[in-house]
DNA sequence: TGTGGCGAAATTGCATGCAATCCTTTATAC
DNA sequence: GTATAAAGGATTGCATGCAATTTCGCCACA
């Protein structure tokens, strides 16, 4: 076996890729999958693309109509509704489980993260954005539990993705005071400040996102996408 | 169109019909499931079985080994213990919210499973397997929210895997008598002795089914899932 | 008798091909 | 000019084929 053997396969990376870029907003919602396109993008044939695509409908983060092809999902304002609301009482569980699991690793894994959101807020937009849905996904691995993890992450990709939809594009959708503040919250111990803290600051990126309506029929054009073909078809992660 | 288009793809049915066998525990954790047996016994390809492999491993029930195949879940203790933990927390949720959204209908649903429940007690085992998960699962519809629903039937589907594994045969793995109560407690809109119950009602399962190893390394022989299969070749739900 | 390795059979990983379906455009009738 | 219909093109649904990997049986050898 090679030295770096690539853990996981193919579909795992085009996965992932086409995931960041619907999380980075570089794929949009409503705009269209077509099987070989994206094949020869990135280098592989139509099965593996499926295979891919299928994933991401499972995750809810793309929409797979019978014989017409797939399209990055475009929740409508209800879904976005339920999703938010069951989102704030998902992480309830997982501040509860991270309190109880604390210790100074954790403290620096939550940090360092933290100092990356910082490092990309005035440098990349669609990485800050994508960085502020992966730490509740921080904090959901720091909860110990595989289950509620998958959730978390599939909620907040789905948030991410209903973001991209409704926010208004230039506001920072979850605020890095707020992450402050809730790490602080949890170095301390005191869950009800963290949860609280946590409540608060998932119903204001809700309220951010749920009453600006940015319409718009986006459709085709994938050139975007040749950044994240190119690390797959190069073996990258 | 025909009069009963086909509603869903044969993939779905497909699937349907193995997340059956399973939770009736005609396909027991750890059994084999290679694509081209099944693909015969469907009457379909190695590409829907593939599929239908892969939802099934997404929804944490079969287990993919690269190069290796796939074969029925087989939770770790530590696993189950999780799953069980998360699920009381998670239905702690839906009983919250199906209180919100009571009315007769929604009672009269619940007392028809329950009735259904009652009927196959003594009639059949694995469906009275079955029936006990999906009282849960149309409490989570009920519940009117399409992406806790999800979470529930996926939970519910594993914690039915596990006690396929771990629970001692005849136990009524969830006893007809804590349903009746819970729909009485909901009935009255008596949310905290709803909740209190459920609560109780699945600590009680988990404890029933997390003490007792029924070990016993079986393997391959899917021919009970004969049944399943005519289903799926007739076109059948 | 137990162990290591070699080769064949079984099984998956992936690509490709053909048929079915849907969408678009064009042509024709009113 | 609008509307309807038919043909053509594009795209998915599914099956099949070949290469790669794993597994298992067999034999040599200690």
Same mark, same amino acid.
């Given at each position: #076996?090679?030295?770096? =053997?690539?853990?996981?396969?193919?579909? =795992? #990376?085009?996965?992932?890729?086409?995931?960041?870029?619907?999380?980075?907003?570089?794929? #949009?919602?409503? /705009?269209?999958?077509?099987?070989?396109?994206?094949?020869?993008?990135?280098?592989?044939?139509?099965?593996?693309?499926?295979?891919?695509?299928?994933?991401?409908?499972?995750?809810?983060?793309?929409?797979?109509?019978?014989?017409?092809?797939?399209?990055?999902?475009?929740?409508?304002?209800?879904?976005?509704? =339920?999703?938010?609301?069951?989102?704030?009482?998902?992480? =309830?569980?997982?501040?509860?489980?991270?309190?109880?699991? #604390?210790?100074?690793?954790?403290?620096?894994?939550?940090?360092?993260?933290?100092?990356?959101?910082?490092?990309?807020?005035?440098?990349?937009?669609?990485?800050?954005?994508?960085?502020?849905?992966?730490?509740?996904?921080?904090?959901?691995?720091?909860?110990?539990?595989?289950?509620?993890?998958?959730?978390?992450?599939?909620?907040?990709?789905?948030?991410?993705?209903?973001?991209?939809?409704?926010?208004?594009?230039?506001?920072?959708?979850?605020?890095?005071?707020?992450?402050?503040?809730?790490?602080?919250?949890?170095?301390?111990?005191?869950?009800?400040?963290?949860?609280?803290? /946590?409540?608060?600051?998932?119903?204001?990126?809700?309220?951010?996102?749920?009453?600006?309506?940015?319409?718009?029929?986006?459709?085709?054009?994938?050139?975007?996408?040749?950044?994240?073909?190119?690390?797959?078809?190069?073996?990258?992660?």
């Amino acid at each position: #076996m090679k030295a770096a =053997d690539k853990a996981k396969h193919r579909t =795992d #990376m085009i996965s992932s890729a086409l995931r960041s870029a619907i999380l980075e907003r570089v794929l #949009m919602p409503g /705009m269209k999958l077509p099987e070989d396109s994206l094949g020869e993008r990135f280098g592989v044939s139509r099965t593996l693309i499926r295979q891919s695509l299928e994933r991401l409908a499972a995750e809810g983060l793309v929409e797979l109509r019978r014989n017409k092809g797939a399209m990055v999902a475009k929740p409508s304002l209800e879904e976005a509704r =339920d999703l938010f609301e069951l989102r704030t009482q998902i992480e =309830d569980l997982v501040i509860s489980r991270v309190i109880k699991n #604390m210790n100074p690793e954790i403290l620096d894994e939550l940090e360092a993260h933290l100092a990356k959101e910082i490092a990309a807020e005035h440098a990349s937009e669609p990485i800050s954005i994508r960085l502020a849905t992966e730490f509740h996904i921080l904090l959901a691995k720091l909860a110990g539990s595989p289950v509620l993890l998958r959730y978390v992450e599939e909620i907040g990709y789905r948030c991410g993705l209903t973001l991209s939809l409704y926010a208004r594009p230039h506001s920072t959708d979850c605020g890095i005071q707020e992450h402050r503040q809730i790490i602080d919250a949890l170095a301390k111990g005191d869950e009800e400040t963290a949860r609280e803290l /946590m409540r608060h600051h998932l119903t204001a990126v809700a309220d951010r996102a749920l009453f600006t309506t940015v319409e718009g029929g986006p459709l085709l054009y994938l050139d975007a996408l040749e950044p994240y073909a190119k690390k797959v078809r190069d073996g990258g992660a």
